[in-house]
């Protein structure tokens, strides 16, 4: 698959290849999957649903295809196609997605402490800094806000890091001669687009520099996991970054 070209190539063998590859991936991610679609049902029918899986379920909608299970199964169908094509072994280990967790972890952990600098920093530059903090919350809000955590590792990395930049690094591409520049301009803008996307809608927050910066900078760093790690990083660091976050500070 042509997906192929736009990552870094990888090491001959070990874990560093076989954590990137789509069927260690889809392993990887799949409970993250699992829970969210799990989760949304369990919630019931008004609950409010991840941003990109909206959009992703009206675009399709929008090209006459719809069905409750269409983006967890298409996200399936990618990644197994993708291994498909791209020849490698159909097997992997228990060790290799117990590293990727650990993986995941440190990079959540070290993105925990990019955003305390990134408010510091603005602090210090006369910038104000709004924390949300949710109080008096019940166990049921806060499982749906894990849900939609999971949610969103799956579904916007599937969107702004799996689909869109390999199609902005071939759009590009076409006016830029040169691999490096058109690689970064993709996963800035593409970052920009992330950020942007949580202020639009009806459920969008409100406009706030503090928080847009913030996730530009997220967006870059998901962007960087993906094209040297692997969508299965990226994802499973995005959940597990918006998780520790979402956490309550004093419990239920």
């Not at 049902?41 to 409750?68: C, H």
């Not at 996730?215 to 760093?221: D, S, Y």
């Amino acid at each position: 698959m042509e997906a192929r070209s736009y990552v870094p190539p990888a090491a001959s063998g070990g874990y560093w290849h076989q954590s990137r590859r789509p069927l260690t991936c889809l392993l990887f991610v799949l409970p993250l999957l699992v829970c969210y679609e799990v989760g949304m049902v369990w919630l019931g029918p008004g609950a409010l649903r991840n941003g990109a899986d909206v959009w992703l379920q009206q675009f399709f909608a929008f090209v006459g295809l719809g069905g409750f299970l269409l983006l967890p199964f298409l996200t399936v169908s990618v990644l197994l196609g993708w291994h498909h094509v791209s020849g490698q072994p159909w097997r992997t280990s228990s060790g290799v997605l117990y590293t990727m967790a650990a993986e995941c972890s440190l990079f959540a952990m070290l993105l925990v402490v990019v955003a305390h600098l990134h408010a510091m920093a603005l602090s210090f530059s006369g910038i104000p800094v709004a924390c949300d903090v949710v109080k008096n919350s019940s166990a049921e809000i806060y499982f749906g806000h894990m849900v939609r955590y999971c949610g969103a590792g799956i579904y916007e990395e599937l969107l702004f890091r799996l689909m869109l930049v390999p199609l902005t690094i071939v759009g590009i591409g076409l006016a830029v001669a040169s691999r490096r520049i058109t690689i970064g301009m993709a996963l800035v803008s593409t970052s920009v687009l992330f950020s942007l996307a949580h202020y639009i809608g009806p459920h969008g927050e409100s406009f706030l520099f503090y928080t847009f910066a913030f996730r530009c900078v997220a967006g870059c760093f998901f962007a960087v996991l993906f094209v040297f790690r692997g969508f299965g990083i990226a994802a499973g660091t995005h959940a597990l970054y918006d998780i520790l976050v979402g956490l309550p500070p004093n419990g239920l």
